[in-house]
């Protein structure tokens, strides 16, 4: 049994800025987009896609340009996000197979948890990655999967089984496959296929997109997969409809919410940009980018379609939207659909080094906007955040006590989400694809010497390893992290290293392995 704590007076912590009672608890809306860097969106001035949509919630709210996500790989963002918890302190937390047992156990008090302890409905539509049932590859895809979302605070759930580019490629709709015909069960395999089945590999002639590395298994709608399958063939998925999917039922569990009393929290994990890019046909070859800008137009599109909902049930002046991204960019991530050849001059992760996979700030420096009409004051914000704070921030805006243990790495930054001249974060530690970690305190970025490739030699990302010296960089004099100044700052490596390792040191999990060289 989850620890249930009541919600101790809705709003009255806000800071002096704020009114100390509201009329009505504000809904939250967060807008998780997946593999979108900081430079992509037009709104942070590097991207040469335009996004209007997201430009109006910037100019409506907090721009934060020194915003990170936990972790610079879509799993163990999800998972700080979900729980408060650094994935680093915990095995098992890395990027997720497509068959995985669900990350997340049951007990564990999540910030769903948290909303609903405050009376909220909490809902999660799209992208999920954090596995499903109780054990790896023993899912009976054609019953329902339990445990998922609903086990974790969510009241109702509509998800990617797994990832668009891995097996199985249907929705799952509070645990139960979408559309499946019990006359045509799916089955899933991660050791071998099935026979009869045609592979990307074995059948290059029956492809439509083809894979640039890995990404050879099962063929769904012409493109292969990871992961093999065979079956449900009604529940199959069409790539060009997965936007529209994810935003009418996010839609849906909108209207829905406004015919009841409560306020909800709803987690809308877009698609959009992770491979296989397949935008639907409104935006094909509309941004001159290929797939990869034109699934920003339709990333920009759902959050037009979301907010234009939000005003047309009157829920506009009483919601909180956020939007930020899992991890940084990433620009040929499997798939040969001339993201490298047409990037031309626009810069996914803005002027930061590295991307997704990365140690660098292009890894987890990540796009983030909220917007609170009427109630937080439009600006920029240049101090440290971490989405790690979004649960105990919100927990301190809902009144809930949070039990003892959870959301450990969480803080309290209510002022800093609210407020564009409010001090943030001291610290925050990032984490990257080898479970190497650095930290900054977002002037000062200390990447200690640890094992592991320079470069990701698939997606030509940096990643940030050297086994044989520390890095050491000023953001504000050089923000692409080329000059490592640590040979003349001992002492200031010293201090970070020491702090390092007093968070590490601090929680009451650290997951064997190392994180830096000793």
Request: glycine share 10%.
């Amino acid at each position: 049994m989850k620890n249930l704590i009541l919600p101790i007076g809705l709003l009255s912590l806000y800071s002096s800025a704020f009114a100390q009672q509201m009329p009505e608890r504000p809904n939250v809306l967060l807008i998780y987009a997946d593999d979108i860097g900081y430079g992509d969106l037009s709104c942070n001035g590097t991207s040469a896609v335009r996004t209007p949509n997201v430009e109006k919630l910037a100019s409506e709210g907090i721009r934060f340009t020194n915003a990170h996500c936990a972790a610079a790989t879509s799993t163990p963002s999800r998972y700080a996000l979900l729980t408060g918890e650094y994935a680093w302190r915990r095995e098992g937390t890395g990027i997720a197979a497509g068959n995985a047992a669900m990350i997340i156990t049951p007990e564990r008090y999540t910030i769903a948890d948290m909303f609903k302890d405050a009376g909220y409905q909490t809902g999660v539509v799209g992208k999920w990655h954090l596995g499903l049932g109780n054990e790896t590859g023993k899912q009976d895809w054609n019953g329902v999967v339990k445990p998922n979302p609903a086990d974790l605070g969510f009241d109702y759930s509509y998800i990617m089984a797994a990832t668009a580019d891995r097996t199985p490629c249907i929705f799952m709709e509070n645990g139960r496959g979408v559309g499946l015909d019990p006359n045509d069960p799916v089955y899933v395999s991660y050791t071998e296929n099935f026979p009869g089945e045609p592979t990307g590999k074995d059948n290059p002639e029956l492809l439509r997109m083809f894979p640039s590395h890995g990404h050879d298994q099962s063929i769904v709608n012409g493109i292969s997969r990871i992961g093999y399958m065979k079956g449900g063939k009604s529940a199959l998925w069409r790539d060009e409809d997965i936007a529209d999917s994810i935003t009418a039922h996010a839609i849906r569990f909108i209207e829905k919410s406004q015919q009841s009393k409560e306020p909800f929290f709803l987690y809308l994990a877009t698609n959009d940009i992770h491979v296989p890019r397949v935008p639907h046909q409104r935006f094909a070859g509309k941004s001159g980018l290929g797939p990869r800008g034109d699934a920003l137009l339709s990333f920009d599109w759902t959050v037009g379609q979301v907010m234009e909902t939000l005003k047309k049930l009157n829920l506009d002046d009483n919601t909180i939207v956020i939007l930020s991204s899992d991890n940084g960019a990433v620009i040929d991530d499997g798939y040969q659909d001339r993201a490298v050849e047409l990037l031309g001059d626009h810069k996914a992760t803005g002027v930061y080094r590295g991307g997704k996979y990365s140690s660098y700030e292009g890894g987890t420096r990540v796009p983030c906007i909220i917007r609170w009409k009427g109630q937080i004051t439009p600006g920029v914000s240049d101090y440290l955040v971490s989405q790690v704070d979004w649960f105990a921030s919100f927990a301190s805006m809902c009144g809930v006590e949070l039990p003892v243990g959870s959301a450990p790495d969480s803080e309290n930054h209510l002022n800093s989400w609210f407020e564009s001249n409010a001090k943030g974060r001291i610290w925050t530690v990032e984490h990257n694809v080898q479970n190497n970690l650095s930290i900054t305190d977002g002037v000062w970025k200390y990447i200690p010497a640890a094992n592991g490739p320079a470069i990701n030699k698939q997606t030509n990302t940096e990643l940030g390893n050297n086994p044989t010296e520390d890095q050491l960089y000023n953001l504000l004099s050089d923000p692409g992290e080329r000059i490592n100044v640590a040979d003349g700052n001992q002492e200031l490596v010293q201090k970070m290293r020491s702090e390092l390792v007093r968070i590490i040191e601090s929680g009451q999990h650290i997951q064997s392995g190392y994180f830096i060289s000793k």
